[in-house]
Structure formats: C-alpha cells, structure tokens
C-alpha cells in the first residue's frame, strides 16, 4: 500500500465529519456544556473584582461569597457532564468507523487483498481508528470550544483594557509563528508511527500464521527481530511526535507565562500612572490566566489532529481499495434446483498488468450436470478457472458465462449463492465444528447437516468428539487432520446444495477408504450438480464424464481419460507420471 505522505488534510477532514455526523447533536451537547463550564468560569473573576471590591470599602461578602461557591460547584458539575458527554461521542464515532472500515474490508476485490498485507489492514481497523476518539474530542470539541472560549476570554480583556489585550496578542502571535513550523513534524512522525504499526501487525500476522513452520525452521530470531524492528520503529516515530507536541505545547504555555509577565509590568506602570486601577489589573491578570487554558486546548486540537489526521489518511487509505459493490445476501438455490452449465470463450487473464497472463484465451464448455476434470501441469491456470468463475477476478477479454448469462450480468451474491467451491487447502475456520458446516448455510436443518455428514464420513469423527458438533476446531482447524479438514470443506459447500460445485482437489492423499467415499460422494453430487474438479488423483480423472487439458494457460485437449491417453501425449504423460494413483 503506498504511503500517505501525499494526502492532503482536507479529504481527511472530510472523512471525519463523515463518522461525526450522525452523532452531531451529542457532541454539540458536550460541546456546549464545555462552554457553559468555560463560561461560568469567565464571571470568577468578575465575582472576584466584586469581592475585592467589597473588601475594600468594608461591605458585607457573603454575596460574593455565595455566588463564587456556586459557580465552581456549577462548573464541576457541567464539567463532568460535558466531558462524559463529550468521550460518549468519541467512543461512538470510533464505533461508526470500526464498522464502516470493517464491512469495507470484507467487500474488497481478492485483487486488492493479494496486494495488502492483512495484518496491516488489521491494525488500520483496531488502532488508527482508535485513534479517532482523541481527534473528535480533543481536535474538533478543543478547537470549538476553546477557539470559543478564547474569543469570549479576548472580548472580555478588550473590554477591560485594550492597551494590554494588544501586548497580550502580540506576544500570542509570536508563538504561533513558531508553532506553525512545529505542527507539520507532529503530522509526518505520527504517520510514521501509524504505518509502523502496521508493519507489525503484518509481521505478526505473517509468523503467528505459519508459526509451525518458523519453529521448524529454526527462524524464531528473524522473525523476532522483524517483530522487534517495528515496535522500535513506532517507539522512535511516537516520541519523535511526542518530542514535537511537548515543543508545541511549551511553547503556548512559554508565551502565556511571557504574556502574564509583560501585562504584569505594562499594567503595573498604567497603575502607577492612573491610568487603570489595582482591581482592572487583577482581573485582566486573571483573564491572561484564563487564557492558558483555552490556548493550550487550541494547540492541543492542532497537535492532536496531526496525530488523528495520520489515522484517518490511513483509513481512508484502506477505504480507497477496490471492493465489491454491497450487496444483500442472496437467497441459496432451491432443493432440486437445475445445475449451471458454464461456458469461457476467449478468456485472457492475467493477475496484475505487471505480471505474464495466466490465461492466454482459455475456450471450454461444460453443460448443465456432470463431472468435468480440469488437468495440467503446475501453473497451468486450473484454480485461476475457478478464481474466474467466482468473480475473485475479472477476466482482461473474453467471456465466461454461467446458464449461458455472462458474470457480469449476474449479481455477485447471487452467482455466488449458487455455487459450493471447496480451495485446494481446504480452509477451515476457528470456531466449532458446528459453525464451520453451517458457514455457508446457517439455516441448514439437522437432516440436511447429518445427511451430508454421513456423506463425506464425518459422522464417525463427530460421534468420536467429546462435545460432538460443537468442538472447537483451533485456529484455522488445527484440532483437525488434513483429510479431515478436506472433508469438512467439501460438506460445508454441500450444505448449499450448490447448482455448481468447484472442487479444487488436494494433492496430498487420502486414505484409501476415505478416498473411495469422497469420490462416491462426488460421483453422486454429479448426478444432479455440475462439478468442476481440478484433479490430481487418478481416480477422479477416470470418473470424470469429460476432462479439459490445460497447459501453460491454453485448454490443449477436451476429451475422456480413454480418449485422451490415446490422443494427448502430456496426458498420457500425465497419466502415467503424475497423478496420485496409490488409492484407485
Ligand atoms: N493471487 C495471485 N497473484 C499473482 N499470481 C498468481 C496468483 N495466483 C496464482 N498466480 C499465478 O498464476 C499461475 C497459475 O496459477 P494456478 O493456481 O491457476 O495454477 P494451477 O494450474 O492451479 O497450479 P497447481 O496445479 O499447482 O495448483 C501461477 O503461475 C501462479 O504463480
């Protein structure tokens, strides 16, 4: 995934208000509540004027008194409210982009996923977007009510001594000057930081997925150091921004001490000289006071939305990848509905425009029910067919048809509502048993799920297991042995009583017995399915009702396994060589 250093803040911003919108009114209460607090604590020092005052010329202070107690309570109260109020909000707009992010993830086109890492997406859902809660608290909210605040506190001073509110804001403008050299680091560290993040989810993901095989393979330390890399890397960015906000913040809390300092001695010499009393200097001191606050929530907002603005230019990233269009799950066929037939004509193919096309014009027709065995060499474009037929990927030219309609007239969910397709890998989810056969039918009834059990020999198996259907299956199956995870693959799609079923076979072996089940099983799903195979078992090519020969992306031979070892020299040569022939 490129980077994003050439985002620009705007659509970021835009993005944002997408996730505030809904909850607009929340924030505008939390919003609002902050500046009722903000703004009961503006009267203080009026109050206080009064009771030094009062003092002064020896008059009762209970009144002063009493309206002092009850702002503060006031204001505590409205604080807290306001600051619930307010983290309510955030927390629920790092809610809306969590889901929006993560039904978008699961849209995307397989292209893009092949060219993501997935542990990076990961981290784009689980931390960027938590990093969304302090933008619209501290950025949005901040820069609101203490843009607000500070304006009102400004109003105020230039009410009680314009001559010393312009020695306040010359000394403000400075600092922005610098701060504005400042912010720009905050925003491309803290991206560095977030990509880190990334680059360590992808990391973990990568040695926690073939953890076996890293232990095997003595690469424990590697990996390690990779895993180290990145955390090191984000630690370096994360205080490089720290560094950076700390300056930041300093240097708003520099200028206002500069500022108290100045006004303290300007506004002393007007008090020598009469120009201003004792009480206006006090309470335009404690205005300059008040003004460290709204300040420091202002640059706060900018610092902070440097860090958020890098999230979100992350997630909008993610959000930027070609994905399906939404779709409403399609009902699955009908029992005894007819079985597809389907059709390539002319397919070239190719994986990405930098790499050779996998399909160089690929052409075969299967009719409706039946079994068609897909045969070639290694890297001939067999589970490409079935990659195409699921509209994975898009064919560059040519057409491929199911029921004589072209892909791309069919809706996405419901083609695929009418096909079972088994990977050659047969993946089988954590969770239980249960929920890996029901993953693509839920509403599959405990006939339905015993028949097919009973079908691909899993009965045995479920009636071994101490908690039966609801064992839990480890991650990625790993309770499970490999024939046993094929057979669960191919039950799962079963269940979908699909009018096409693509079965990607495993070219690791069977047992003999379980062999002659599955090819049973299948012989019979043939009967009223079409079954497209890519074979690698003797076995199955002999059954097939037709074979297509493929090589190096062109359909070189149609025709039945007598037929072919006749008139197809890689065939027979295949035949002879190449299938697993142990338990035929
Ligand atoms: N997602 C992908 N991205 C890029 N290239 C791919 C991808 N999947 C497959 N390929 C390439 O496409 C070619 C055909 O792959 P395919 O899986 O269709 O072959 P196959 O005939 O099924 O091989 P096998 O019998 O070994 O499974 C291979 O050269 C492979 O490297």
Do not use: C
Not at 169 to 181: D, K
Request: charged letters at 20%.
């Amino acid at each position: 995934m490129s980077t994003a250093e050439t985002q620009t803040p705007a659509p970021a911003w835009r993005l944002l208000l997408g996730y505030v919108r809904p909850h607009r009114w929340a924030l505008l209460a939390g919003a609002v509540l902050s500046l009722v607090t903000g703004a009961t604590g503006l009267l203080l020092p009026l109050v206080a004027r009064e009771l030094i005052d009062d003092l002064a010329h020896d008059r009762a202070v209970t009144g002063a008194l009493a309206a002092m107690s009850g702002l503060v309570i006031a204001n505590a109260a409205m604080g807290a409210l306001g600051a619930y109020v307010l983290q309510r909000t955030a927390e629920s707009v790092v809610l809306g982009a969590r889901r929006a992010l993560s039904s978008y993830l699961l849209r995307l086109r397989v292209r893009a996923v092949d060219r993501s890492e997935p542990g990076d997406l990961m981290a784009r859902i689980t931390s960027d977007t938590t990093l969304l809660r302090e933008v619209t608290t501290d950025s949005l909210v901040g820069l609101g009510t203490g843009g607000l605040t500070l304006v009102a506190t400004v109003v105020m001073m230039g009410l009680v001594d314009p001559v010393l509110l312009g020695v306040t804001l010359a000394v403000i403008l400075a600092a922005g000057t610098v701060l504005g050299l400042i912010v720009p680091r905050i925003n491309r560290a803290s991206r560095r930081a977030q990509d880190a993040v990334g680059v360590m989810g992808a990391a973990l993901e990568r040695t926690l997925g073939a953890l076996r095989t890293v232990k095997a393979s003595g690469a424990e330390h590697r990996e390690e150091r990779a895993l180290h890399e990145a955390a090191e890397e984000s630690w370096r960015q994360s205080v490089r921004a720290a560094k950076w906000s700390a300056a930041a913040g300093n240097t708003a809390g520099l200028a206002m001490q500069i500022a108290f300092i100045t006004v303290l001695a300007v506004g002393g010499a007007r008090v020598a000289t009469g120009a201003v009393d004792v009480g206006t200097l006090v309470a335009f001191l404690l205005y300059v006071f008040y003004l460290m606050a709204p300040i420091q929530q202002v640059v706060g907002a900018i610092t902070q939305y440097q860090t958020g603005s890098a999230a979100l230019a992350r997630i909008q990233e993610a959000l930027r990848l070609p994905a399906e269009p939404p779709a409403r799950p399609a009902p699955l066929p009908p029992a005894g509905a007819e079985p597809a037939s389907v059709a390539f004509r002319d397919v070239r193919f190719r994986y990405a425009d930098d790499l050779p096309y996998v399909h160089h014009g690929v052409t075969f027709t299967v009719p409706a029910r039946g079994m068609t065995a897909f045969v070639g060499p290694s890297g001939a474009g067999k589970t490409t067919v079935f990659s195409l037929i699921e509209r994975f990927y898009d064919p560059e030219s040519g057409e491929i048809t199911l029921d004589g309609r072209g892909l791309g007239d069919w809706e996405l969910s419901r083609l695929r509502a009418a096909i079972g397709y088994v990977e050659q890998d047969a993946p089988v989810l954590s969770g239980s048993l249960r929920d890996n056969l029901l993953l693509g039918n839920p509403g599959a009834d405990d006939a339905a799920l015993a028949h097919v059990l009973k079908t691909t020999r899993l009965d045995g198996l479920v009636a071994r297991l101490p908690q039966g259907l609801d064992t839990l299956v480890g991650h990625r199956g790993t309770k499970l042995s490999g024939g046993e995870r094929q057979r669960v693959a191919i039950a799962r799609a079963l269940l979908r009583r699909p009018r096409l079923l693509l079965l990607d076979e495993a070219t690791s072996q069977l047992d003999a017995v379980n062999e002659a089940a599955l090819r049973d099983t299948v012989a019979d799903v043939a009967r009223t399915t079409t079954v497209l195979v890519v074979a690698h078992r003797l076995s199955t090519v002999t059954m097939a009702d037709r074979i297509v020969v493929m090589d190096a992306g062109r359909v070189r031979a149609v025709g039945t396994h007598r037929e072919l070892v006749a008139a197809d020299p890689l065939y027979a040569e295949l035949a002879a060589t190449q299938f697993l022939a142990a338990a035929d």
